[in-house]
T-cell receptor, first 110, second 113 residues
Framework: EDQVTQSPEALRLQEGESSSLNCSYT??????LFWYRQDPGKGPEFLFT???AGEEKEKERLKATLTKKESFLHITAPKPEDSATYLC???????????FGTGTRLKVLA | DGGITQSPKYLFRKEGQNVTLSCEQN?????MYWYRQDPGQGLRLIYY???????QKGDIAEGYSVSREKKESFPLTVTSAQKNPTAFYLC????????????FGEGSWLTVV
């Protein structure tokens, strides 16, 4: 069964303390891997799309990387405003469906 | 203003009532999706539509119905057959021209009273 697993479930960081979030997936013809940020009571906000192993994308303090079995979202020198739930989703070849992980709740303390 | 509009933001349903959640988009995206989000669970797919007048069941379609009469609109009806409808509902849209990325609306909260 195709699955997407995110870890850790929750993460508390001090402001400026860099860390990484993990998204692992079962391999069955990856079409794309997507990262979103979700604030409480809001819809997910798109961050990155990755298509193939070795690909990297950056935006401000965030950097997403992709291997054949997992993706990392690196957060460099986070600020309190980076506090949110980060969601990972995968789309497999031959399907229009997306499988979402349960997310990592990030809290950055000032 | 471009984007995806969901309404209402908050909705209360009495037992035995059907309610309809609206999703409208002006992004000219072909595909539209409905997801349900519950605490501690990933987003679960209810229905999706790739083109007008066509839609497919997702993983949790029981107790829900949809229509896709216009490219811009994909309303979701939560019927009385849905036993546990209290949740956060999210509409998303996408197209192959956006690199298969899907974009979400702001969501609708449905509570059964």
């Amino acid at each position: 069964e195709d699955q997407v697993t995110q870890s850790p479930e929750a993460l508390r960081l001090q402001e400026g303390e860099s860390s990484s979030l993990n998204c692992s997936y079962t391999v069955s013809g990856l079409r794309g891997l997507f990262w979103y940020r979700q604030d409480p009571g809001k819809g997910p906000e798109f961050l990155f799309t990755l298509y193939s192993a070795g690909e990297e994308k950056e935006k401000e303090r965030l950097k997403a990387t992709l291997t054949k079995k997992e993706s990392f979202l690196h957060i460099t020198a986070p600020k309190p405003e980076d506090s949110a739930t980060y969601l990972c989703a995968v789309q497999y070849s031959g399907t229009y469906k997306y499988i979402f992980g349960t997310g990592t709740r990030l809290k950055v303390l000032a | 203003d471009g984007g995806i509009t969901q309404s209402p933001k908050y909705l209360f349903r009495k037992e035995g009532q059907n309610v309809t959640l609206s999703c409208e988009q002006n992004l000219n995206h072909d595909a539209m999706y409905w997801y349900r989000q519950d605490p501690g669970q990933g987003l679960r797919l209810i229905y999706y539509s790739q083109i007008v007048n066509d839609f497919q069941k997702g993983d949790i379609a029981e107790g829900y119905s949809v229509s896709r009469e216009k490219k811009e609109s994909f309303p979701l009806t939560v019927t009385s057959a849905q036993k546990n409808p209290t949740a956060f509902y999210l509409c998303a849209t996408g197209t192959s021209y956006s690199g298969n990325t899907i974009y979400f609306g702001e969501g609708s909260w449905l509570t059964v009273v």
